[in-house]
């Protein structure tokens, strides 16, 4: 997918939009909650997307809203970030503390082997660009943090408690 598409959207407004987020998260829930996935397709690539909100890639995921499974949630989020399907169990692979932007918010990781994309993502507001590569030939702006878990996962990093 082409950034071509992708509306130019400054560091600040990010930042802001992010933390104006985490204040209504603040009101109305105790505890943030997240789901990413680590989705391998057959040749073991790895997928990821870009948002339009935030620099860099990332591992596909999101928030779990009130009366949803983790598991429901990393479906949800996988469908609607790269139209990518489940073809085994998820597997879990840990809980993290993200204090990137609020001191309680919490991310859990899942493992997700052979996921298969059931169509291409078209670009949206939320998604500009996505797809599968190669875990040693990732896009230069992955986010450090997307890195760090991928080496956690290769077993070429210890497994870290915060994200």
């Known amino acids: 997918m082409s950034e071509e598409n992708a509306p130019e959207v400054s ?3 990010m930042l802001f939009l992010a933390r104006i987020l985490h204040i209504w998260f603040l009101l109305s829930r105790g505890m943030t909650l997240g789901v990413r996935a680590a989705c391998f397709d057959g040749q073991g690539r790895v997928f990821l997307v870009k948002h339009g909100y935030m620099p860099g890639w990332y591992l596909p ?3 779990v809203e009130w009366g949803e499974t983790m598991l429901t949630a990393l479906a949800k989020e996988i469908r609607e970030e790269g139209n ?3 073809t085994e169990p998820a597997q879990s692979f840990g809980l993290y503390l993200n204090r990137n932007v609020t001191p309680r918010d919490h991310v859990q990781l899942y493992v997700c082997r052979n996921v298969e994309q059931t169509a291409p993502r078209e670009p949206d507001k939320e998604i500009i660009e996505c797809g599968f590569f190669e875990i040693g030939n990732l896009p230069e702006d ?4 997307t890195r760090r878990r991928l080496a956690e996962i290769m077993g070429e990093a210890p497994i870290s408690e915060e994200w």
Do not use: E, M, N
């Open 84 to 86: 990518l399907v489940l």
């Open 11 to 13: 560091s600040k407004w």
């Open 142 to 145: 992955t986010t450090p943090a």
């Open 61 to 63: 995921g999101g928030g």
